[in-house]
C-alpha cells in the first residue's frame, strides 16, 4: 500500500499497488510504486509517493456500524492508558476500528460483539492489520458474558452502561464508556461500583491554509461522550 499526494494537497491511498493506478489527473505505472518520492503521472502531473500513515491505512478498512472517530479513538488509548503490558477487554466491536487500534497498543484485547454481521467485519479488519493478539467472540456482552481472567481495562461501547459486568476488571481498573446522550451518561453516573473520573467530548475544527489562513466553516461536533471510571 502506497499514499500518493499532489501538489494541492491532494491525497489518496492506494491499496493496490501491483496494478497501475488511473486518475483524473492521469496515470501512475505500477513500476512508480517500488520507490518514494516525486514522480509523474503520464499527463505530466507531479506526484508524491509516500508510505501511507495508519490513519490513511484504515480508510482502506471494511465499514458496517458507526466507528468511534479518530478524534475520540487516540484519546480513549492514551487516558485509558492502554500500553503493551496492559490486557483490554473490549464490549461492542462495531466496525472493529477500535479493535485494531486497542490491538496494535496492548498486549492482548478480548472483544466481544453479538451481531454476526459486524463480527464478519471485524474480523476481516484484524486479518487485514495481522493482529494476532486480538480474540473475538460472536457473544452478547449481556447474557453470554464469560471470562476466566482479570483485565487492566475495559473499553465498553454498548447502549446500557449500567448493565456492563465488572467482575473480570482487576480493582482500580480503568473502563471507558463510550456513550451518545445524557440518559447514558446519568445512567452511568448511578454506578455504585465505580468513580468517574473525567466526563468529556472532543470536538474537531481543521483550519484553511491558503491564500487565506482562517478556521474551516465545518467543526466535527459531538460523536459520543467518553466516561473514564475506576472500579472501585
Same mark, same amino acid.
Given at each position: ?7 494541492? %494537497? ?26 518514494? %518520492? +516525486?514522480? #509523474?503521472?503520464?499527463? %505530466? /502531473? ?6 501511507? $500513515?495508519? !490513519? ?27 500500553? @503493551?503490558?496492559? #490486557? &483490554? ?17 496492548? /498486549? @492482548? ?22 493482529? &494476532?493478539?486480538?480474540? =473475538? #467472540?460472536? =457473544?452478547?456482552?449481556?447474557? /453470554? ?18 448493565? $456492563? ?18 440518559? !447514558?451518561?446519568? /445512567? ?18 481543521? +483550519?484553511?491554509?491558503?491564500?487565506? &489562513?482562517?478556521?474551516?466553516?465545518? =467543526? ?13
Amino acid at each position: 500500500m502506497k499514499t500518493i499526494i499532489f501538489r494541492n %494537497g491532494e491525497k489518496k491511498a492506494i491499496k493496490d499497488i501491483a496494478k497501475d493506478y488511473s486518475s483524473h489527473k492521469g496515470t501512475i505505472k505500477k513500476e512508480q510504486f517500488k520507490k518514494n %518520492g +516525486w514522480t #509523474k503521472t503520464n499527463t %505530466g /502531473e507531479e506526484v508524491m509517493i509516500a508510505d501511507p $500513515t495508519l !490513519q490513511e491505512i484504515y480508510t482502506t478498512l471494511k465499514r458496517g456500524p458507526q466507528i468511534i472517530t479518530f478524534k475520540d479513538a487516540g484519546y480513549i488509548l492514551l487516558r485509558a492508558g492502554v500500553t @503493551k503490558d496492559k #490486557k &483490554v477487554l473490549e464490549l461492542g466491536g462495531g466496525s472493529g476500528f477500535m479493535t485494531c487500534l486497542l490491538g496494535m497498543n496492548a /498486549e @492482548k484485547v478480548v472483544t466481544y460483539e453479538n451481531k454476526p454481521s459486524h463480527y464478519d467485519i471485524i474480523n476481516h479488519n484484524l486479518k487485514k492489520m495481522e493482529l &494476532v493478539n486480538v480474540e =473475538l #467472540k460472536l =457473544l452478547d456482552a449481556y447474557t /453470554e458474558f464469560n471470562e476466566n481472567e482479570m483485565y487492566d481495562i475495559m473499553i465498553v461501547d454498548l447502549p446500557s452502561p449500567s448493565k $456492563t459486568e465488572l467482575k473480570n476488571l482487576k480493582p482500580g481498573g480503568m473502563i471507558m464508556f463510550y456513550v451518545l446522550n445524557i440518559d !447514558q451518561l446519568l /445512567e452511568a453516573r448511578n454506578r455504585t461500583d465505580i468513580i468517574i473520573e473525567e466526563v468529556s467530548e472532543i470536538l474537531k475544527r481543521e +483550519w484553511k491554509f491558503g491564500q487565506v &489562513v482562517r478556521p474551516d466553516n465545518k =467543526l466535527i461536533g459531538h460523536t459520543g461522550f467518553l466516561i473514564f471510571a475506576r472500579k472501585i
